[in-house]
């Protein structure tokens, strides 16, 4: 089967650096993916992680383990415009199919 | 007008109403999605076209149904709901290329959906 999870709220507050874990069991592993969801609208693309390592663009990194099928999204300098789900998604074998988990809401407050 | 478009951005329904979601993409994409968002789950895949043949169903009722007439343009039939059917249903685009560039997807902003 597939299983991806991550936790469903977290709080921090402005200018602090904030990590989301994401952990996944999916057949077939072919990259994973970050969105950001703000409310009301659509997914935005973050980041992509194929092979093992951190990518870093910007305030936001992104971290790949795939012998221990574990991910995190890092934020740093946070704003209040940060606040928002992260969406954790995998990319399994076949075709550009993306398994996404629950989301993570970020609260980031003054 | 460039991204993926969805249409309307909110539809409220009985349920014995027949509605149409509208979805356009101008990226030149040659996949479009179908997805379920509900709140506290995952985003659920409906439906995926590639070059407009349908590849993927994943036992979605038959009260939804998709039509893509071309690569740019993907539609979701509506008949006879249920109210747990409501939930905001996005669509996406992407670029099918297997082992090629990592392109995830384009998303739309979605159709908030409320049946009644």
């Known amino acids: 089967g597939q299983n991806i999870d991550q936790p469903t709220e977290m709080t921090a507050t402005e200018g602090a650096i904030v990590q989301i874990n994401c952990t996944y069991q999916?057949?077939?592993?072919?990259?994973l993916f970050w969105y950001q969801q703000h409310a009301g609208e659509a997914p935005t693309f973050l980041s992509y992680n194929v092979l093992d390592g951190l990518e870093e663009k910007g305030r936001f990194s992104s971290f790949l383990s795939r012998s221990k099928g574990y991910s995190y999204l890092l934020l740093k300098e946070l704003q209040m415009k940060d606040s928002a789900s992260y969406l954790c998604?995998?990319?399994?074998?076949?075709?550009?199919?993306?398994?996404f988990g629950t989301g993570t809401r970020l609260l980031v407050s003054p | 007008e460039t991204g993926v478009t969805q249409t309307p951005r909110h539809l409220v329904m009985g349920m014995t109403n027949k509605k149409s979601l509208k979805c356009e993409q101008h990226?030149?994409?040659?996949?479009m999605y179908w997805y379920k968002q509900s709140a506290k789950k995952p985003l659920e895949l409906m439906f995926v076209?590639?070059?407009?043949?349908?590849?993927e169903n994943n036992s979605v009722p038959s009260r939804f149904s998709p039509e893509c007439p071309n690569s740019s343009h993907l539609f979701l039939h509506l008949h006879t709901l249920q109210p747990e059917d409501s939930a905001l249903y996005l669509c996406?685009?992407?670029?099918?290329?297997?082992?090629?560039?990592?392109?995830?997807?384009?998303f739309g902003s979605g159709t908030r959906l409320t049946v009644v």
């Open positions: 999916t057949s077939g592993f072919n990259g």
């Open positions: 998604a995998v990319r399994g074998t076949g075709f550009q199919k993306l398994v």
């Open positions: 076209y590639s070059l407009e043949e349908r590849v």
């Open positions: 996406a685009s992407s670029q099918d290329v297997v082992g090629g560039l990592p392109y995830g997807y384009t």
């Open positions: 990226l030149g994409h040659n996949a």
